[in-house]
């Protein structure tokens, strides 16, 4: 049990540690001296937090999905692909020093999510959160079905979301949502599953007493 809580405990500081990161770092840069830098990078002193916190957030995905490797030898297949689209558009940014890129970075991880779901139950017929979730749920095909369908839908929103404060807001707002708004819409989604998890739950079979 203990062995099992500190597992969990990992995972969460893996997945959070990249956000917290980028979102102390867009915070602080300032207080931290970091404007400094800003003429010898060629870079307005305004868009000297998000540059830098872009930065921090590409190396603490590439630290985290690190540890994972090390820890559980092998990295889950949605923060390997979130992490890719980190670095890449991340790069960008920094590349062409336009934060437009990092800010549609949740966008695109959403809708690739979104689509690979949707088009695995629309089009080949699978649900494919059964395959990445399998070992951790017993339901049954029909609550597979529903789960798939529910989360890709979910992902859709989050992408709509994210394109309409990034839009619509100013940088610290984005990065606030981004931090504080997402992840607890997430577990509130979570949460609100468990009663289809329970009503499609697959009975376990009992183990057979041994002979006296």
Known sequence: MATHQKGSVLKLIL??????????VNAKANDWGLDAFA???GLKPETVPIMAA???FMLATVVALSVSMVAYRRIPVMPLVSGVIVIVFGGLTLYLQNDTFIKMKPTIVN?????TLLVGLYLFKRPLLAIVFDSVF????EGWWKL?????LFFLVLAALNEIVWRNFSTDTWVTFKVFGTMPLTILFTVS???LLQKHALEQEAEPESAA
């Open 15 to 24: 997945e959070l540690g990249p956000l917290v990161t980028f979102f102390a």
């Open 39 to 41: 003429p010898f990078q």
């Open 54 to 56: 872009t930065a921090a």
């Open 111 to 115: 809708l690739v999510f979104a689509t």
């Open 138 to 141: 017993q339901i049954d095909n």
């Open 148 to 152: 798939t369908l529910r989360w890709g």
């Open 193 to 195: 599953q468990l009663p």
